[in-house]
C-alpha cells in the first residue's frame, strides 16, 4: 500500500512540475530577438503576486547543461539586451556578444542571464520605495509611486525560485547578481541593500541616483537624490563579502551624474570599501544609451564574475 501511495504522489509531483512549465513556455514569436551567442528562452506573461506580468527571457551561454554549476544574472530592461532589430532605439547591450566572449576567453565564470521586460510602469518599479521614510512629507507628492519593494518581491519571491528550480544553476548569493542602468541601477543598489542573502554583488551603469524628473513622486529631486544615499548608508550590505560596481559617462545626460556619483563614492571609500569589492569609472564621451553601455559592459562582468 505505500508503495502505491509513493508512486501516486511522485506522478502529482511530475504532473504538477509539468502543469507549471507549460504555464510558463511559450514558443518562440517573430517579435523575440535573436542572438549570436547561446540560445534564448522566452517566459511571455510571467504573472505575479506583486506587479504586472511581462517576459522573462533566460540566455543560457554555448553548450549550457541543466543542472550546470553556473552563476545567474538578473538584469532590468530585459527587451534592450541581446537584439538591436527589436528595440524601440535600435540599440542594444550586446550581452550575448560580450559575456559569450569573455567566457569562451576564460575570463568570467559560466553564467545564465535572468532579463526582465520593463513595463509602461518603468519608473515607478524601479524606485526604491524605502526612501520614502527618509524625506519629508511635504516632499512626496505620491507616497503609492514607488513600487521598487514590489518589484524587488517578484525578482526575489516569483522569478528566481522559477530559475533555481527548472535550470539548477548555484543559486547561493557567491554566485547570484543584479544589474541594470539609470532607473535599472539605482534598483540594482537597492536590491543589494534589502536582499543581501540573496545577491552577492551589483552592476550599476549610469545609476540615477539624482532621482530628477520624476515629478508625479517629487518636485524636489534633491531631497529624494539625500534620501537614498541616507538609506545607503544605512543599509549599506558587508564590504568584506559584497562586489558593487559603479559607473556613469561624461558626455550627454549622464554628465550630470557626476557630483552624485562622487557623493556615493565617498560613502563607500569612507566606510572602507577596497578596489577588490567597490568600483567606480568614469567614462569620457559616454552618453545615456545602451551603445555606451555596451562598449562598457565587459568592466561590470569581469569585476562581478571574473574567475580568481
Not at 530577438?33 to 506587479?51: A, C, K, M, R, W
Not at 559575456?99 to 542571464?113: E, F, Q, S
Not at 532607473?183 to 537597492?190: C, V
Not at 545626460?253 to 569589492?277: C, I, K, N, T, V
Amino acid at each position: 500500500m505505500k508503495v502505491h501511495k509513493i508512486i501516486i504522489l511522485a506522478l502529482a509531483l511530475c504532473l504538477l512540475g509539468c502543469t507549471a512549465w507549460f504555464l510558463f513556455e511559450k514558443k518562440r514569436t517573430s517579435l523575440d530577438p535573436q542572438v549570436n551567442s547561446g540560445t534564448l528562452e522566452f517566459y511571455h506573461d510571467f504573472h505575479s503576486v506583486h506587479i504586472s506580468p511581462r517576459t522573462v527571457t533566460v540566455w543560457l551561454p554555448d553548450g549550457y547543461q541543466t543542472g550546470e554549476e553556473c552563476c545567474v544574472l538578473y538584469m532590468h530592461d530585459g527587451q534592450m539586451l541581446f537584439d538591436s532589430t527589436t528595440t524601440w532605439n535600435r540599440q542594444e547591450w550586446k550581452v550575448d556578444e560580450v559575456l559569450g566572449r569573455l567566457m569562451a576567453d576564460g575570463t568570467v565564470k559560466r553564467t545564465i542571464v535572468v532579463g526582465i521586460d520593463n513595463t509602461p510602469e518603468r519608473l515607478r518599479e524601479l524606485l526604491p520605495g524605502k526612501i520614502q521614510s527618509y524625506m519629508d512629507a511635504d516632499d512626496i507628492e505620491d507616497p503609492a509611486y514607488a513600487l521598487g519593494d514590489s518589484y524587488l518581491k517578484f525578482v526575489t519571491e516569483e522569478v528566481k525560485p522559477f530559475i533555481d528550480s527548472l535550470y539548477r544553476p548555484l543559486t547561493d548569493r557567491e554566485h547570484t547578481f543584479i544589474a541594470g542602468s539609470s532607473m535599472g541601477g539605482l534598483i540594482s543598489l537597492y536590491a543589494l541593500c534589502e536582499y543581501p542573502e540573496v545577491f552577492g554583488g551589483a552592476a550599476c551603469l549610469s545609476s540615477h541616483i539624482s532621482i530628477s524628473y520624476l515629478k508625479d513622486f517629487t518636485d524636489d529631486s534633491d531631497a529624494a537624490a539625500d534620501a537614498f544615499l541616507r538609506y545607503v548608508s544605512d543599509m549599506m550590505p558587508d564590504r568584506e563579502t559584497t562586489r558593487l560596481y559603479m559607473d556613469y559617462g561624461k558626455a550627454g545626460y549622464d554628465s550630470a551624474y557626476g557630483p552624485y556619483q562622487e557623493r556615493m563614492d565617498s560613502l563607500f571609500l569612507s566606510r572602507g570599501w577596497d578596489e577588490d569589492h567597490y568600483r567606480s569609472l568614469a567614462f569620457e564621451g559616454h552618453d545615456h544609451n545602451e551603445t555606451c553601455w555596451a562598449s562598457r559592459l565587459h568592466e561590470p562582468l569581469q569585476f562581478l564574475l571574473g574567475e580568481k
